[in-house]
């Protein structure tokens, strides 16, 4: 019989311990996490940064400054999300200043080609804790 007493806590930290060491995911503090638009901002904006330059360049251009090109393509995705929902977006993408931008790489079903392999690879998962 087992003597130590084991709490949900616990559990828990394991799964979160599981997926920074095999899972991939990064560590971000709770106030990295935006409660009101369920979403890490920075995460977003990282992603789109590395994943698509060429889109996010022409949206900055648009914009005049980085900061204020964050700021439309955050409102832009949250705005996506209200009218079509989260599965829309995640399939879909969403527009930002008649500029289209992808919310994730999907797994290829192909070990060819490195472009969809690549932009898999980019997707950014994260635990707040």
């Known amino acids: 019989m087992l003597s130590a007493k084991f709490i949900e806590k616990d559990f828990e930290q394991h799964i979160i311990d599981y997926l920074y ?3 991939g995911y990064s560590e971000k503090p709770r106030d990295s996490y935006d409660k009101e638009n369920s979403l890490i901002q920075d995460d977003v904006v990282n992603f789109i940064k590395e994943t698509q330059k060429s889109n996010w360049n022409k949206l ?3 914009s005049k ?3 204020i090109a964050q700021e439309r393509l955050i409102d832009a995705l949250i705005d ?3 009218v079509n929902g989260t ?3 995640l399939r879909k993408g969403f527009k930002c200043a008649d500029i289209h931008f992808s919310t994730v790489g999907w797994k290829p ?3 060819k080609g ?3 392999k690549n932009l898999y ?3 950014i998962f994260t635990c707040i804790n």
């Open 121 to 123: 690879n980019a997707n």
């Open 80 to 82: 996506e999300r209200r």
């Open 109 to 111: 079903n192909t070990q």
């Open 87 to 89: 599965l829309s977006l």
């Open 114 to 116: 490195t472009t969809v």
């Open 21 to 23: 060491q095999n899972g």
């Open 65 to 67: 400054s980085e900061s």
């Open 60 to 62: 900055v251009s648009k």
